[in-house]
């Protein structure tokens, strides 16, 4: 009996274990497949990609090609960047760039990498190409931010040259806006260069960069939402990326950029992320945004993108499965008319 009810308890206790063990298994084999799947569906299923604010068909198309070699987004955002810097006919980014109401152009950028890093400066003087000194700051220096003579000294320190940024026809504008002095955020609702720029390249990751002359006939040392994390630029590879153009300091109010990219966290898409930020800022208590403009570019992980904007005439520039056009935005008072 000893032994019977001994081979009856042995033979119970093993198959519970054998069910254990079975269910052990299925979950297992069930989590990788979850897994599987979760890699799957955030895969970009557009890659490379480009995405910028504004009409910037050459930047994005130099982006493009950095990637289309095989480089890093970091390396396309970088160069796209340089080609409105370099730019002396936009009046809102690099060399050429309207000067503050003391006649001097001060210039704000940041980058971005796919791994959470982040460089910028932040009213610098005489430096054309501040989105590479911002990606120097990123890289070479223990700091995320330079701003004024210390980036400017930096900058020489790492190689860049001093130059004059003030042109002819900024001095020109310059002088015509003195007459009046009248001091007011002027913001170019449709003409615009300040470039926001987001790439996915050909592994899947994602960097962003930002950089402006920031608002024409500012307050000497203003700053805006370019050069600032989760201001004008955020980045993060696991979800995606967004980046703002327009009145700086509505952008910095709500955060916009680490808003979206949240939002997209939680599940919207890049156009429902775009949409809500705008809307944070528009139904603000006596927001005054008739009379200003702020924009938004986005990207998510799998190669969704997102534009929206307060006023009408933003576009972003997209390059998409090898074509390079430029988008008008929807914007937000299409709908409240
Ligand atoms: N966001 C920039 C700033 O406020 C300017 C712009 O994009 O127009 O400095």
Redesign the pocket.
């Known amino acids: 009996m000893k032994r019977k009810y001994f081979m009856q308890k042995a033979t119970a206790v093993g198959l519970g274990l054998l069910i254990v063990f079975s269910v052990i298994a299925c979950k297992t084999e069930h989590t990788t497949e979850e897994k599987k799947e979760a890699i799957k569906t955030n895969e970009p299923s557009v890659k490379p990609l480009v995405i910028a604010?504004w009409n910037t068909p050459l930047a994005v198309e130099t982006a493009a090609k950095v990637l289309e070699k095989g480089g890093s987004a970091l390396d396309a955002v970088e160069a796209g960047c340089r080609i409105e810097e370099a730019n002396e006919e936009g009046q809102?980014v690099g060399k050429g760039g309207l000067p503050d109401r003391d006649g001097n152009v001060t210039l704000?950028a940041c980058i971005m990498d796919d791994k959470g890093n982040y460089g910028a400066v932040l009213c610098v003087k005489n430096i054309k190409h501040v989105i590479s000194v911002a990606r120097k700051v990123m890289e070479v220096t223990p700091h995320v931010m330079l701003v004024g003579e210390g980036a400017e000294q930096f900058a020489v320190s790492q190689g860049f040259e001093r130059e004059n940024l003030l042109t002819e026809a900024s001095k020109k504008a310059w002088e015509e806006w003195k007459k009046k002095s009248e001091y007011k955020p002027i913001?170019?609702i449709e003409n615009?260069d300040?470039i926001?720029m987001l790439a996915i390249d050909n592994d899947g990751n994602i960097s962003g960069a930002c950089t402006?002359?920031?608002?024409a006939y500012?307050m000497a040392g203003?700053?805006?939402?370019?050069p600032i994390i989760g201001g004008?630029l955020f980045v993060d590879n696991e979800v995606g990326g967004a980046a703002?153009?327009?009145?700086?300091?509505e952008?910095l109010k709500t955060v916009g950029s680490f808003l979206i990219v949240e939002l997209m966290r939680q599940g919207k898409s890049p156009q429902e992320a775009c949409e809500e930020a705008i809307a944070r800022i528009v139904n603000k208590p006596n927001s005054d945004f008739k009379n200003f403009?702020v924009g938004y570019i986005a990207v998510n992980k799998k190669g969704e993108t997102g534009a929206y904007s307060i006023h009408e005439w933003f576009s972003y520039n997209l390059y998409k499965n090898g074509e390079n056009k430029n988008i008008k935005s929807d914007f937000i008072l299409n709908r409240k008319k």
């Open positions: 604010t809102s704000d913001i170019n615009h300040t926001g402006t002359s920031g608002l500012k203003r700053v805006g939402d370019s004008g703002a153009t327009g009145l700086g300091e952008v403009q």
